[in-house]
């Protein structure tokens, strides 16, 4: 974590840097842009470990995460609990642009989930599933590998994986749908673009119930902003869902040292639902429903 | 002039030679790069086996026959047939463990780079990455579903060392099992360009007598369009396994 904040401070530096050499001439600097490592295909090399997006992200891509208790258990102070700057930057409100009757469906989450009583209600995380694109890059750290036809992604958490053709062929039938989508990717200049669609609306963003349909259409952009960092910006459509489309963005750091590996991180293999879904069953046959909240954080 | 003559022959000769070299370089080790799967009634039976209903007919896959089992196994291995339908672990949609992952009838990708090979499986979206850098496996034991895969090429076989596993995962529907002690080792083979020969020898003092080896052909999927798609056992089982699991 402690890193991570270095390197975003690191950034600003850089920033601030560029901002006083923009007042001097061009052509002094124009040299000094700098270059990514390449493949041998000559497109950039995104190739080794990633720590992913910000930590609380997958809890509230809006507000971040989480009770103090969660918060200690993870060695946070009560003022790390939130995003440390907003994960959603269009629209500028760092919000969902929900329709109407999805912000009904959204709010009716926030209680179901503390009483579950379908699956439905239970955060996809806690039941395994595949979390998609954009939900995958802010869930843990993931390894990207590049070959000439094909970008692989894959993710420590419960061995999730992505593969993502390059090679300009279409997108399956539109009558599969999958929990991770299908990926097409192309390079834009030295920009991965990654076009996802055929999803299915099994999935949420996050922990939160920010759910979308199956007719959500993602294009990711991938850009190795230094040897050590990704700039990832994802842009959401969903018709269905939400009023425009919106965009959410962070910058993931490099992880591991030559000789780092991930471990198997088997999911469902040690998974039950049964005793929640019981739990909420009882709950609200007793008339308890409660909203989710983290109004804990305050006391 | 003769000089200059000489010199470019020499260097002509240097190119040559050294093209040699590299591609006789690239030709230690052979592409297995590509969508792959079985066509063999394994994942039900790796034994000879007649049909019954949805289960296909098939010859074993085991050299000599018959798995050499410890008394005591022989009749595990009896028990696990009679329970099978709900005390194989795939019932549950657990990972299916090596080599029963390679004969599920479902694609697997195979992507190469200098330092380690992947194999991605669609079924329930299993990884394995074999380190090819000649690194040991970590220290142990570790309990893995799909252990911890270790390569290298002799000749043009990758071979690949795999231990750390549980002791949860079947070798098939018919409840042929190990041991956490299983040590597998895969031999991967291009026969020609659309053929692997797979052979695999498992060793498990615990379970069995001897090692003893398995070998089927692996097909290249043939379809322009040919991608993993998903096969998400226990999301699609979800409902009944919250039920009683």
């Known amino acids: 974590m402690q890193k991570k904040i270095w390197r975003k401070i690191n950034r600003f530096a850089a920033i ?4 006083l050499l923009g007042a001097m001439p061009v052509g002094l600097f124009a040299q000094q842009a700098w270059e990514p490592p390449r493949t041998v295909d000559g497109h950039p090399d995104l190739q080794g470990y990633w720590d992913g997006g910000p930590v609380n992200a997958s809890h509230s891509i809006e507000d971040g995460c989480c009770d103090v208790i969660h918060a200690r258990m993870q060695s946070r102070t009560a003022d ?7 994960l959603i930057i269009d629209p500028p409100d760092g919000r969902i642009p929900y329709q109407e009757w999805a912000e009904v469906k959204r709010t009716q989450l926030l209680y179901d989930m503390e009483t579950p009583t379908e699956l439905g209600h239970i955060d996809p995380e806690d039941r395994c599933l595949l979390l998609g694109a954009p939900r995958s890059n802010y869930r843990g750290d993931l390894e990207i590998r590049q070959t000439k036809d094909y970008i692989v992604i894959l993710y420590e958490w419960a061995h999730a994986y992505r593969v993502i053709p390059m090679d300009g062929r279409s997108h399956v039938a539109e009558t599969i749908s999958m929990y991770n989508g299908d990926s097409r990717g192309r390079w834009e200049g030295d920009t991965l673009v990654v076009e996802a669609k055929n999803f299915n609306d099994q999935v949420w963003l996050d922990s939160h119930g920010s759910f979308y349909s199956d007719k959500l259409r993602v294009v990711e952009r991938w850009e190795l902003i230094d040897s050590d960092a990704i700039r990832y910006e994802a842009t959401i459509e969903d018709p269905n869902v939400f009023t425009r489309p919106w965009t959410l963005a962070f910058t993931m750091g490099r992880i591991g040292g030559d000789d780092y ?3 198997e991180e088997a999911c469902w293999e040690g998974v039950t639902n049964k005793h929640r879904l019981a739990a909420g069953r009882l709950a609200v046959a007793a008339g308890e429903r409660q909203l989710h909240t983290h109004e804990e954080e305050s006391q | 002039m003769r000089i200059a003559v000489t010199l470019v022959s020499v260097s002509m000769a240097t190119s040559f030679l050294l093209a040699l070299a590299v591609s006789g370089a690239e030709a230690q080790a052979p592409n297995l790069e590509g969508i792959w799967q079985t066509v063999n009634t394994a994942a039900w039976d790796i034994e000879d086996h007649s049909g019954s209903l949805g289960i296909p007919a098939g010859q074993g896959v085991v050299d000599g026959g018959a798995i050499p089992y410890q008394p005591w196994a022989l009749l ?11 005390a194989d672990p795939l019932a549950s949609c657990a990972m299916p463990g090596v080599p029963r992952i390679t004969y599920m009838p479902y694609p697997f990708q195979i992507l190469q780079f200098d330092d380690r090979i992947l194999i991605l499986y669609e079924y329930v979206h299993v990884t394995r990455t074999i380190y090819m850098d000649g690194s040991d496996h970590p220290d142990g034991h570790i309990d893995f579903w799909m252990g911890d895969s270790r390569g290298r090429w002799e000749g043009d076989t990758l071979v690949v060392d795999v231990i750390h596993f549980n002791d ?16 597998v080792v895969e031999r991967y083979t291009l026969r020609g360009p659309n053929h692997i020969d797979y052979e695999v020898t498992i060793e498990d003092p615990n379970v069995f007598t001897r090692p003893w080896t398995m070998r089927m052909p692996l097909y290249r999927r043939q379809e322009p369009n040919v991608q993993l798609l998903e096969y998400e056992c226990y999301a699609y089982a979800e409902e009944d396994l919250a039920k009683d699991k």
């Open chain 2, 168 to 183: 949860q995962t079947w070798f098939d529907r018919a409840g042929n099992f190990h041991s956490e002690a299983l040590h």
């Open chain 1, 261 to 263: 590996e991930f471990f």
């Open chain 1, 16 to 19: 601030s840097v560029i901002a």
């Open chain 2, 76 to 86: 595990q291995e009896q028990e696990n047939f009679a329970n099978r339908a709900t």
């Open chain 1, 80 to 86: 790390r609990l939130g995003l440390l700057e907003p």
